[in-house]
Each structure stands twice: as structure tokens, then as C-alpha cells.
């Protein structure tokens, strides 16, 4: 690898997902702006805040984006999703029927995604444990039915949200970086592997955290 190759730049398209008032906007505002706000708004049209880490050596910017889960938003889809190498769908923990539209917004990503994206279900709120309503057994069982990450955070504390957003980041990489030792003209013609999973022995369920493996 040439020594510009050493210093390229990479950017991600990463999208959050998940029906209205999960926390979506401030997963986002904790994670690029270490900021939470309990009264906040929902999001009318698309926000996107971008963020930079290096990873072996090489700056990659991850350009998040928050849009509302609101139906009647639902004319901003196609243009939301194109160009997205990563998604966090997320739900309510204290809310069943968040978790109910999982599969809803796994459709949905899946229909208008135009390549493979890599995928983590989060559960937020995890500050709120004790009026729970879906149990981290659930959360875990369906990221493993569907292939996919699977993390409780809380945006209002903090609580695993940095490690979620950098797991995603860290696949993508990964994935780039394969299709990079494999050809030349990757810049042009991206194509990704199948999104592998990882066990982490750190994992620790008091903190919300399950990592879990694709057969």
C-alpha cells in the first residue's frame, strides 16, 4: 500500500432509525457533541452531524444522520438511506411497540439500502431498567434472528453509546478494508462482505451490552 494510500480519507454514511421519541437525536448529540437534552424536539426533516477517528492510521468520518420516525416524514426515505454503509435501529426499552417496528424498520432499510450495510439493534433509555419493558433477552434473541449488533445504551447517561457507534464504524472499516486488499478500483466499485458479528469477552450484561455471533 502506497503511502497515499496510508493517508486516505474515508467517509461513512450511517443512518439512525426507529419510531418517534427513542432517543434517536440524542443517541446523536451524546455521541458527536457529549450533550443530552431531556425536552428535546422532534426532529422535523434530516439532521446529520459528522464525526472523525482515526483507525489504522487512516482519518474516517463517519457522517450520521437523524431524521424522525414519524410517518409523515416517510417522503424523505429513499434520499435518507441511499449511500449508507451502516444503520443503528433503535427502540425504546420501556416501550413495546418501538421494539414491535424493529422488523418494520429492517424492512424498510433493507428495500432501500443500494448496498450491504452493516447493522446494530440498540435498545435506549437503559437508565430506565426498572420500568423496563422488553427484556434484554428479547433485544438479543432478535439481533440474532436478523444478523446484527446488538447494544443497550443510554443516551442520558452515556452508557454504552460511544461503544456502539464505533463498533459500526470499526465493521465498516473492516469491510472497506478487505474489498481494498482485493482490488484496486474500490474507490468506483465499493461491494462489501456479509456483516460478521463480534464476541466480545468484556461484555457485560449490567451494563446492557450483548454481542452475539451469525451462524
Same mark, same amino acid.
Given at each position: 500500500?502506497?503511502?497515499?494510500?496510508?493517508?486516505?480519507?474515508?467517509?461513512?454514511? *450511517?443512518? *439512525?432509525?426507529?419510531?418517534?421519541?427513542?432517543?434517536?437525536?440524542?443517541?446523536?448529540?451524546?455521541?458527536?457533541?457529549?450533550? &443530552?437534552?431531556?425536552?428535546?424536539?422532534?426532529?422535523?426533516?434530516?439532521? &446529520?452531524?459528522?464525526?472523525?477517528?482515526?483507525?489504522?492510521?487512516?482519518?474516517?468520518?463517519?457522517?450520521? /444522520?437523524? @431524521?424522525?420516525?414519524?410517518?409523515?416524514?416517510?417522503?424523505?426515505?429513499?434520499?435518507?438511506?441511499?449511500?449508507?454503509?451502516?444503520?443503528?435501529?433503535?427502540?425504546?426499552?420501556?416501550?413495546?411497540?418501538? &421494539?414491535?417496528?424493529?422488523? !418494520? /424498520?429492517?424492512?424498510?432499510?433493507?428495500?432501500?439500502?443500494? @448496498? @450491504?450495510?452493516?447493522?446494530?439493534?440498540?435498545?435506549?433509555?437503559?437508565?430506565?431498567?426498572?420500568? !423496563?419493558?422488553?427484556?434484554?433477552?428479547?433485544?438479543?434473541?432478535?439481533?440474532? $434472528?436478523?444478523?446484527?449488533?446488538?447494544?443497550?445504551?443510554?443516551?442520558?447517561?452515556?452508557?454504552?453509546? $460511544?461503544?456502539?457507534?464505533? *463498533?459500526?464504524?470499526?465493521?465498516?472499516?473492516?469491510?472497506?478494508?478487505?474489498?481494498?486488499?482485493?482490488?484496486?478500483?474500490?474507490?468506483?466499485?465499493?461491494?462489501?462482505?456479509?456483516?460478521?458479528?463480534?464476541?466480545?469477552?468484556?461484555?457485560?450484561?449490567?451494563?446492557?451490552? *450483548?454481542?452475539?455471533?451469525?451462524?
Amino acid at each position: 500500500m502506497s503511502s497515499d494510500e496510508e493517508t486516505e480519507e474515508y467517509l461513512f454514511k *450511517i443512518v *439512525i432509525i426507529g419510531d418517534s421519541a427513542v432517543g434517536k437525536s440524542n443517541l446523536l448529540s451524546r455521541y458527536a457533541r457529549n450533550e &443530552f437534552n431531556m425536552h428535546s424536539k422532534a426532529t422535523i426533516g434530516v439532521e &446529520f452531524q459528522t464525526q472523525s477517528m482515526e483507525i489504522d492510521g487512516k482519518e474516517v468520518k463517519a457522517q450520521i /444522520w437523524d @431524521t424522525a420516525g414519524q410517518e409523515r416524514f416517510r417522503a424523505v426515505t429513499s434520499a435518507y438511506y441511499r449511500g449508507a454503509v451502516g444503520a443503528l435501529i433503535v427502540y425504546d426499552i420501556t416501550r413495546r411497540t418501538t &421494539f414491535d417496528s424493529v422488523g !418494520r /424498520w429492517l424492512d424498510e432499510l433493507n428495500t432501500h439500502s443500494d @448496498t @450491504t450495510v452493516a447493522k446494530m439493534l440498540v435498545g435506549n433509555k437503559y437508565d430506565l431498567d426498572d420500568i !423496563r419493558a422488553v427484556s434484554i433477552e428479547e433485544g438479543k434473541n432478535v439481533a440474532e $434472528k436478523h444478523g446484527l449488533f446488538f447494544m443497550e445504551t443510554s443516551a442520558k447517561d452515556s452508557t454504552n453509546v $460511544k461503544k456502539a457507534f464505533e *463498533i459500526i464504524i470499526h465493521e465498516i472499516y473492516r469491510n472497506i478494508s478487505r474489498k481494498v486488499l482485493n482490488s484496486d478500483s474500490y474507490k468506483t466499485s465499493l461491494s462489501f462482505n456479509r456483516v460478521s458479528l463480534v464476541n466480545d469477552e468484556k461484555s457485560n450484561q449490567n451494563q446492557g451490552y *450483548i454481542s452475539c455471533c451469525s451462524s
